[in-house]
């Protein structure tokens, strides 16, 4: 049964939807070196091959939503390059460049700004010594929460609400530190639009006031990273009972096979950048 934070809210995204469309994405290709990537448990090691075929079929669905997908390439000196969501934070026309938690993974930023800027974007960046991934920040209808998380520290997630505060934005923060099960706040929370947020169990309810909690079963908890892009909502394969219940609930859904990712730690909103434009 569906759940709701507080005062009862809109759940169909077309009644609820607040933000403009998105129209273009950043992503990397994954390099052979993915099977070096960090990872938290061992699931087997990745084929480089099918996490290259998978990540065709990525980016053919976030172009089927209407975005214009820039490729950066392959970056051999860097595993877990391709999760390029975890380098920057993206509000209206700039960006907050992350410094990322695991200090292996510094290294990717650069490339990653460089794209942003030529797509129009002016940039700000984190100070050490705080850290911030962008996996642990999720945008919902005009406010954000952060995570506190293994790679997010208490100095990130202040830098964060400090930047978007000053822009006028609201940030809630979530301490998961002592979370086995995820890796960052999004590991387990999506946002799906208007007032509908996805999300596993044991998250404080009361940081979800005014919101409709679409809950995750425990055994489908991967599938929680969800990705909302304009009129669809991309999820994990192989979990049914999610994918018929976001159906029941009017959205569109399209299904894309994850496994060399998961292996990972790897999820769909890691491997891309998404984002509207700003005007020339």
């Not at 070196?33 to 976030?62: F, K, M, N, T």
């Not at 509908?196 to 425990?218: E, K, N, Q, R, W």
Request: aromatic share 6%.
């Amino acid at each position: 049964m569906d759940k709701t934070a507080g005062t009862p809210s809109t759940s169909a995204r077309a009644e609820g939807a607040t933000t403009a469309r998105l129209d273009a994405a950043i992503v990397r290709l994954p390099d052979a070196a993915l099977v070096h990537g960090l990872r938290r448990d061992d699931r087997g090691w990745p084929s480089p091959a099918l996490a290259l075929e998978q990540h065709a079929r990525y980016r053919e669905a976030l172009a089927s939503c209407g975005l214009a997908v820039t490729v950066l390439p392959a970056d051999p000196a860097h595993p877990d390059a391709t999760f390029v969501e975890d380098t920057a934070v993206i509000v209206g026309g700039e960006v907050l460049i992350t410094r990322p938690g695991a200090p292996s993974r510094r290294g990717e930023v650069d490339a990653v700004e460089s794209a942003l800027r030529a797509a129009g974007f002016e940039t700000s960046a984190i100070e050490a010594p705080a850290t911030l991934d962008g996996g642990d920040v999720c945008e919902a209808d005009g406010r954000f929460f952060v995570g506190i998380s293994a790679r997010t520290n208490e100095a990130g997630a202040n830098q964060l609400a400090s930047w978007l505060a000053r822009r006028g934005i609201g940030c809630t923060a979530i301490d998961i530190r002592a979370r086995t099960d995820i890796l960052h706040l999004k590991s387990g929370l999506a946002w799906l639009g208007g007032r509908d947020l996805l999300a596993i169990d044991g998250f404080p309810m009361a940081d979800f006031a005014g919101y409709s909690i679409v809950p995750v079963d425990a055994d489908e908890a991967y599938a929680a990273n969800a990705v909302c892009v304009n009129d669809a909502v991309l999820v994990a394969s192989g979990h049914p009972r999610l994918q018929a219940r976001l159906e029941g609930r009017g959205y569109r859904t399209l299904a894309l096979d994850m496994s060399e990712f998961a292996r990972v730690d790897g999820g769909l909103s890691c491997l891309s950048l998404r984002f509207r434009r700003p005007p020339c």
